[in-house]
């Protein structure tokens, strides 16, 4: 049984950090060539792709977060992170974790397995 279990989020102010960290079980990264992905919802809003990063470690993220978070994993504890840096108000959301073997995907479609999400808030 697969689990994805996310930790990390808080309250914060605009400009602060945060890492957040996805511990999985019952997958191994590196034998199934799992692609790990994050994803954020804010209220009222539709899930949209963060980042994400293939089992050889390349990774992508959306442009609205690009040179502020950064998506990185450790295979040997089957973990990622997520560095949020220079956080702004409109962060604000739950962001979910996500695992797949459909390659380097930016659509939720890509990832078969989520978590149960961590909330972020920044207030300004």
């Known amino acids: 049984q697969v689990q994805l279990v996310e930790s990390g989020g808080g309250l914060v102010q605009a400009g602060d950090s945060l890492r957040l960290s996805c511990a999985a079980s019952g997958i191994t990264f590196t034998r199934f060539a799992i692609t790990m992905g994050w994803f954020r919802q804010a209220p009222g809003k539709e899930r949209e792709f963060a980042a994400a990063?293939?089992?050889?470690?390349?990774?992508a993220s959306a442009d609205s977060m690009k040179g502020r978070f950064t998506i990185s994993r450790d295979n040997a504890k089957n973990t990622v992170f997520l560095q949020m840096n220079s956080l702004k108000p409109e962060d604000t959301a739950v962001y979910y974790c996500?695992?797949?073997?459909?390659?380097?995907?930016?659509?939720?479609?890509?990832?078969?397995?989520w978590g149960q999400g961590t909330q972020v808030t920044v207030s300004s």
């Open positions: 990063v293939n089992w050889g470690g390349s990774s």
């Open positions: 996500a695992a797949g073997r459909k390659g380097l995907r930016l659509d939720s479609e890509g990832y078969d397995y």
